[in-house]
């Protein structure tokens, strides 16, 4: 199992270099989201979502990803917004279907595998290298003592919350 997780973690981290690359920056930190997004073929929305900090709805040549306005800290709606991005860019091949009293049980069956399935995994690996990329982050923290100030240093530098820098 741990060398099917290291491929995933490896791929996400791969593909999110590879949009660095491709857009030809070093990292994102000063670029908004929205335009990010945007140069993808995508539309961000913010409004209230219960019970998740971000959607994606993927249509054929377009994508919608919402974020959750009820997000108090931008660096957390940053993530959110990276981790479907990461969907949009891994994941485009799951099928979702609309709820109707005929598909309802297998929605929700297949909602509940993909929530915990190896995407969010890829996902979360792929927000964390496009807004802390590796060669920046570990430079940025060499040769330092982990402390909360480094901590907050790494958080501020990368435009990323406390939390995500901490497991980075």
């Known amino acids: 199992m741990k060398v099917v997780y290291n491929v995933h973690i490896r791929r996400a981290a791969s ?28 539309i961000l929305i913010e409004e209230p979502l219960k019970g998740s ?20 800290y931008e660096a957390r709606k940053r993530f959110a917004i990276a981790h479907e991005i990461g969907h949009l860019l891994m994941h485009k091949d799951i099928a979702v279907h609309n ?9 929700n069956d297949a909602m509940k595998k993909y929530k915990s399935g190896i995407q969010e995994l890829e996902a979360n ?14 430079k940025e923290a060499r040769g330092k003592q982990f402390s909360p100030q480094l901590l907050q240093y790494l958080s501020k530098r990368f435009n990323t919350s406390i939390t995500s820098t901490a497991f980075r």
Do not use: H, Y
């Not at 908004?32 to 140069?39: D, E, F, Q, R, Y």
């Not at 900090?53 to 009820?70: F, L």
């Not at 690996?125 to 060669?135: G, I, N, R, V, Y």
């Open 53 to 72: 900090d971000g959607r994606i709805i993927q249509g054929k040549k377009k994508a919608i990803i919402k974020v959750n306005s009820n997000i108090k």
């Open 99 to 107: 709820e109707n009293t005929n598909t309802l049980s297998w929605f």
């Open 15 to 42: 593909i999110a270099k590879k949009l660095l690359s491709d857009i030809g920056l070093n990292e994102v930190t000063d670029l908004p989201m929205k335009l990010l997004i945007s140069g993808l073929g995508g």
């Open 125 to 138: 690996q792929f927000a964390t290298e496009l807004l802390m990329p590796s060669d920046l982050f570990n």
